[in-house]
């Protein structure tokens, strides 16, 4: 899958699970990026969620699964492997611990577990905490609670051409 539609994917589940809690519309309330011009762009009363999506360095990112198949008088190389992810949502409000609770928790129910599923995304039950961590912008102390989830995604490389021996030559002797 691709990083974008990763992200698309992760977006939906946040959505699913939170967006009914945060101000609305949820696609304004729930992001990707941070203002560009530094400073916040919403209201301390809001509540709003930022998404982060970084691969970890993990043992099982490390592994490549590879199998050489015979098609069309040529072998193709088929890889795949598991890339761990994750996925730290930051959210700001009054309610933003509940949100967080929620976010958390959320992640475990069936309906999410087969939307990622479909997509070939597992989460990892490590069961994070929610961490509080205050910001002062402007004077004033905005609330802040983070939590980090961690994903499992079967990544499959495209097929490579490998190709294919059209001539061998053996020589052979004996020696005494």
Not at 88 to 113: H, M, Q, W
């Amino acid at each position: 899958m691709k990083y974008s539609e990763l992200m698309n994917l992760f977006w939906d589940a946040i959505d699913a699970i939170a967006g009914n809690d945060v101000n609305t519309p949820s696609d304004r309330f729930i992001r990707w990026k941070y203002p560009s011009k530094g400073g916040p762009d919403w209201e301390i009363e809001d509540n709003i969620i930022f998404l982060n999506l970084s691969e970890m360095d993990d043992e099982w990112g490390k592994q490549n699964d590879s199998i050489y198949v015979t098609e069309n008088d040529t072998v193709i190389r088929k890889r795949a492997r598991t890339r761990v992810w994750e996925l730290l949502c930051t959210i700001y409000g009054p309610n933003a611990c509940d949100i967080a609770n929620e976010i958390k928790d959320g992640v475990f129910t069936d309906s999410i577990r087969r939307m990622l599923s479909k997509n070939e995304v597992f989460l990892i039950p490590d069961m994070p905490v929610c961490r509080y961590g205050p910001e002062v912008y402007d004077g004033q102390w905005w609330n802040r609670y983070d939590v980090a989830l961690h994903f499992n995604e079967w990544y499959e490389v495209p097929d490579e051409d490998v190709g294919h021996i059209e001539s061998l030559t053996v020589n052979t002797s004996v020696h005494n």
